[in-house]
């Protein structure tokens, strides 16, 4: 999506699923539940195609799940980031989580999802924001696995 912030289109998403007389779930599919994603990136409106097949094929409910970037979290990734890459002000991790500042408060991710026939279907709407975001949290939690398996490793040489 090219816009910052999906609340528009959340209340847009609301008032269609509502609209074809479904159900909102509110509720997240985490990644180890087996899923189907809907491909339509192309489409801004794949999401209501989503939601006419959720119709179409019965389903009660639609799981509606959504992420905003909250100021706490983005000024705790802002610390791990200056405490990862100490004392270089300027390296990318840094830079980045900074960058993200102008975005805090702003809804960056909707999930919308349906069970049919013991499968879970998934629409996902992401902004690039958000999407940067995550690869950031991704590679800091990267970055402290590797410092923790160098510590550990260095405690289990000194016995």
Do not use: C
């Not at 990644?31 to 489409?43: H, L």
């Not at 990318?92 to 349906?114: D, S």
């Not at 550990?152 to 040489?157: K, N, R, T, V």
């Amino acid at each position: 999506m090219t816009t910052e912030n999906l609340l528009s289109l959340k209340d847009d998403m609301v008032a269609f699923i509502e609209g074809h007389g479904l159900q909102r779930l509110p509720g997240y599919v985490t990644e180890d539940i087996p899923s189907i994603v809907w491909e339509g990136e192309s489409n801004p409106d794949a999401w209501k195609d989503f939601v006419e097949m959720a119709k179409h094929v019965g389903a009660p409910f639609v799981t509606f799940s959504e992420m905003a970037l909250e100021r706490e979290e983005l000024d705790a990734l802002i610390e791990e980031a200056g405490e990862m890459n100490f004392p270089d002000e300027e390296a990318t991790e840094l830079v980045e989580a900074q960058w993200l500042r102008k975005y805090a408060g702003n809804l960056g991710y909707i999930q919308l999802g349906f069970v049919y026939q013991g499968l879970v279907f998934l629409h996902e709407t992401t902004t690039e924001w958000y999407e940067r975001y995550q690869a950031l949290l991704e590679d800091i939690e990267s970055f402290q696995d590797i410092v923790i398996d160098d510590v550990h490793g260095a405690d289990d040489e000194d016995e």
